[in-house]
């Protein structure tokens, strides 16, 4: 696949027809201002309110608004298809909800020339007890199954060099729950170079969390078996090599 352009920015959606035009909307304001040669490419996860048709409606409006819609596959699966079509220098990725705000890119933009993926940071995150536990954990399986020190190992505001994420991807099954964790992991198998960058969160305006309660503890130990499996996978890999 031939580059098309310097960024390509991969959003996954769902449920967020009240949000969506102002997210979009954010975002191609922060790119043009950066002077970037961007796509912005929104995947539409089978949402099951009127978030198609104001995509649709928005894309007819935006020149590099791209949107795919696909039956409901789930947030990681809708990440990877968008990581494994992306066709920019640069791939990054950024969740719909408007958590982390579009004005915080330019400072992650800016860190990419010593990197092959510069991570954010979320400060200020007022998260639940739960969620708080789950992310602890998570980064410390990331350290102790890969050896990668990544603070925010699932954070859904990454650049990557597409090089980089190349070599990932083939690693990281199509089913994968919460992609984004394994790749922190790989980055320290595959020496990567990485920048942290500190980014605000703010309360979302609208909507919900699509999961609640017990859903949490349920996706969070998923996500632990799916990256206990990529690291023994890397292992065997290693070992044949």
């Not at 999961?211 to 499996?229: D, N």
Request: aromatic share 6%; hydrophobic share 40%.
């Amino acid at each position: 696949m031939s580059l098309s352009c310097d960024l390509s920015v991969v959003m996954p959606v769902y449920n967020e027809a009240a949000a969506i035009e102002g997210v979009v909307r954010q975002w191609t304001g922060a790119l043009d201002r950066l002077g970037i040669d961007y796509e912005l490419s929104i995947y539409n996860d089978g949402s099951r309110d009127e978030t198609a048709a104001r995509l649709d409606a928005l894309a007819r409006q935006v020149s590099r608004l791209r949107v795919v819609h696909h039956a409901n596959r789930g947030h990681g699966p809708t990440i990877l298809r968008g990581y494994a079509e992306a066709t920019g220098v640069w791939i990054f990725q950024t969740d719909s909800d408007d958590e982390i705000p579009a004005r915080a890119f330019g400072d992650v933009w800016a860190q990419r020339e010593d990197a092959d993926i510069v991570l954010g940071v979320r400060t200020g995150r007022m998260s639940g007890g739960v969620r708080r536990l789950l992310s602890r954990g998570a980064a410390s399986m990331v350290r102790l199954l890969f050896g990668a020190r990544v603070r925010d190992v699932n954070v859904p505001f990454r650049l990557v060099r597409r090089d980089a994420l190349q070599r990932m991807l083939p690693r990281i099954p199509l089913d994968t729950f919460a992609p984004n964790v394994i790749m922190s992991g790989l980055t320290a198998r595959d020496r990567l170079r990485v920048v942290e960058v500190p980014v605000p969160v703010q309360p979302r305006a609208t909507g919900q969390t699509s999961l609640p309660g017990w859903k949490v503890i349920k996706a969070g130990s998923r996500a632990a078996r799916q990256t206990l499996a990529a690291a023994f996978s890397e292992r065997g890999r290693r070992t044949s090599a």
